[in-house]
């Protein structure tokens, strides 16, 4: 094979990944994941208080994040991130939540629920005696209605809780069973102490099934079964950071971030061209490659890795700096070539030279950003290590982009001589 042919093979080859990428691209809408910033949402930071039965733990926090996860699943929200932040706390983005009251409600609650014997009632309300079993032995949850058209909602206890429970109702009967949801015992009313019903047991209770009834909503039963389902976070979280932004300002935020992205761009593509003439065009189709295979990693990262990855204003505005590194790197090489024709060579010779001498150049550059970028991800959180990843990929696509585009394109034209002419590529032969 020869040289030429190399190069038509390589030109051909990231052509096939544009192509592959716009295919990935479109539509755009959809394909792209928005981050909270950009698409609008919910932004909740849950931080875990140590008590003596539920301490605070690497085991306990994985299991809480587990946990949140399933209910925010259930939700129905699309797109979550939940991610540890530091020992002890839990970063949850919902974009595009539609009711953030009812979010914060299911996914901060410790969703307890106990059976404890009501061992006397005052003014002030029921006394509760000590727990006879948990809700951890609750397998399914269910919303039903009972013969009134009441909601209920139907639990289904594990073959463990089904034995439990038959011998707590055994010796129960004729006594009054309290239901309570995250007990607070100082509260003044029932309702304050998390109790959702009491009811008589009138007979023992076998089969592994039960019902939980009381005068609440439809909604509180759907809420009841989802968390119920999800089973009671393992350490107590409080809500240290809450967050609401609304769908305008993330549509003006992207309108804003897209206009600087385009914008810069074209200012960037219309310098070169008019500096550099036929390499400047050369740069253009360089940077509408790299921009295209920048947006189809994105797409490919969100389809077919577990990782995913979302767009945020900080992420873009790494790459809209990536653009910038791009077009540096056109310049470092450019620049060469234009000095090896001053010197006298050909287009041809001075493309080689040019090329070989400064794309070391520009390695050793992009090398050095790259680190800055690392350390960024690795010691950054949130928008900081966004904008590092963005920054890192962009500068990988960049090297991909002028290795295996830039240069067998400038070579392939190089060898033209009707375009070796000092017009053309913005310089004379021997003039330095």
Known sequence: MSQRQKYLLSVFFVLALVVASVYLIYPPA???RLGLDLKGGLHIVLTARPLPKAPVTEETME??????EERINKLGVSEPEISRQGSNSILVQLPGVKDPREALDIIGKTALLEFRPVTTSTAEGLVLGETLMTGEYVKDAAVDFDDFGKPKVDIEFTPEGAKKFDQITAEMVGKRLAIVLDYNPKGRTDEEKGIISAPVVNERISGGRAEITGDFTIDFAKKLALVLQTGSLPVKLDISESRTVG????????RAALIAGIAGLVAVVLYMI????????????????????????????????PLGWTLTLPGIAGIILSIGVAADSSVVIFERVKEEIRAGKSFKQAADKGFTFGFKTMVIADVVTLIAALILI?????PVRGFAISLSVGIGIDLFTTFFFTHPLLSLLSSSEALNKSLL????????
Request: hydrophobic share 50%; proline share 2%; no cysteine.
């Open 30 to 32: 959809k394909s792209t």
């Open 63 to 68: 299991r809480a994040k587990v946990v949140i």
């Open 247 to 254: 769908p305008t300002l993330g549509s003006d935020s992207l």
């Open 274 to 305: 008019f500096f550099y003439r036929l390499l400047g065009l050369i740069t253009a189709g360089a940077l509408a490659v790299f921009s295209t295979l920048f947006w189809g990693t994105i797409v490919a990262t969100n389809k077919f890795t």
């Open 378 to 382: 690795w010691q950054g959180v949130g």
């Open 425 to 432: 590529l913005g310089v004379r032969k021997g003039v330095a």
